[in-house]
């Protein structure tokens, strides 16, 4: 089990910014159905929440509710300290889909989330993410001619060329093999050592050493 308090002054220790998650009293509805409600977390920098259940039970609402894509019915949701810029706009969200132009070389995609992204702020140069996602052989080939494994890795490289301190990833692993499981697990471990958090969606074991939040099934 890791020591919150002792893991927060280690990471204030070595002059990285204390952040805190705050999602208080949830609640969304879909379609004139509530799909959950009353949902409350907090979470610090550093830290982690994986979020489990059925399908239908919430998971991938509630990660695009807090990427600010879907209304909430009622509660609020806060990163604290406040900054300039939105809650949204400090998160990065992966969901289902990959999101690559299947035209563009993997290369131009990366670039061009780069440049989305404002990656001026921090963050890897593409080469450099690519090379860490296993990607530098098929930088140049359009995203039409990758594997369902290797377009999730180029999505997933997104993560790595603009800095943001929450990660809101909706099945990560998806398509990946052991090896890339393997990379994505120290990949999102090197985020969370340098400050940085987590919200996971996942029927997968991710291995994140936060707790687990099981929404039920909808009724």
Do not use: C
């Amino acid at each position: 089990m890791i020591d919150e308090k002792a893991h927060s002054a280690g990471l204030a220790a070595h002059g990285l910014i204390i952040m805190r998650l705050s999602a208080s009293k949830l609640t969304v509805e879909r379609g004139g159905r509530i799909v959950f409600s009353d949902l409350s977390f907090a979470l610090d920098a550093g830290a982690s929440l994986t979020v489990t259940g059925p399908n239908g039970a919430g998971k991938s609402t509630l990660l695009r509710a807090l990427a600010g894509f879907l209304p909430l019915t009622g509660g609020t949701i806060s990163l604290t300290p406040a900054a300039d810029a939105t809650l949204a706009e400090q998160a990065h969200y992966v969901g289902h889909t990959d999101a690559l132009k299947s035209l563009l070389t993997v290369t131009e995609n990366l670039a061009f989330l780069a440049a989305m992204l404002d990656a001026g702020h921090g963050g890897m140069d593409v080469e450099a993410a690519l090379a860490k996602v296993g990607l530098s052989h098929a930088a140049d080939l359009p995203v039409a001619y990758l594997s369902a494994g290797q377009k999730r890795r180029g999505a997933l490289a997104r993560l790595l060329v603009a800095q943001r301190p929450l990660w809101l990833l909706d099945e990560p692993m998806t398509a990946l093999d052991i090896a890339s499981q393997a990379l994505m697990a120290q990949i999102m471990a090197a985020h969370l050592a340098q400050g940085g958090m987590i919200v996971a969606a996942t029927h997968a074991r991710l291995g994140l050493p936060g707790p687990e939040l099981r929404l039920g099934a909808i009724a």
